[in-house]
Structure formats: C-alpha cells, structure tokens
C-alpha cells in the first residue's frame, strides 16, 4: 500500500466515524499538520505515528510477507 492509498482510506474512516481531523489529532496526540499530509499522501508518518492514529479509527496495520510467483 502506498502513503496515498493509506491516507485515503485513513481519512475515509475517519469520515465515517464522524471525526474532524482536530479531533483525531486531540484523541491521538498526533498533530493536525501531520494527519493532514498523510491523508493529502504526502507525509511519512513514523510506524508509531500510525498505530497512534489507526488505534483511535479502530484500525490495524499488518505486514504481510508477498508471495513470489
């Protein structure tokens, strides 16, 4: 997934929850400037940054190992 892909569907779930990105950045201690460039796709948000983030939306990063064909 890409930083764009991951934004999108961030801002998405955010959206559906009801949340302004203040609020995401208040419950996350994450802030507002960083939430907005990873859902514009344009941050490079830290591993921790986005656990922080995907724990308040009720979401979850998983690394998956590719399989080669």
Known sequence: M???EIGDVMRKRRES???KQEDLSE???VGIKTI???EKGEGN???ETLIKL???LGME???KIKTIN
């Open 17 to 19: 929850l009801h949340l």
């Open 45 to 47: 948000p830290s591993y």
């Open 61 to 63: 990063l998983i690394a």
């Open 36 to 38: 907005h460039l990873i």
């Open 27 to 29: 419950m996350s201690g």
């Open 54 to 56: 995907f724990t308040i």
């Open 2 to 4: 890409t930083i764009l």
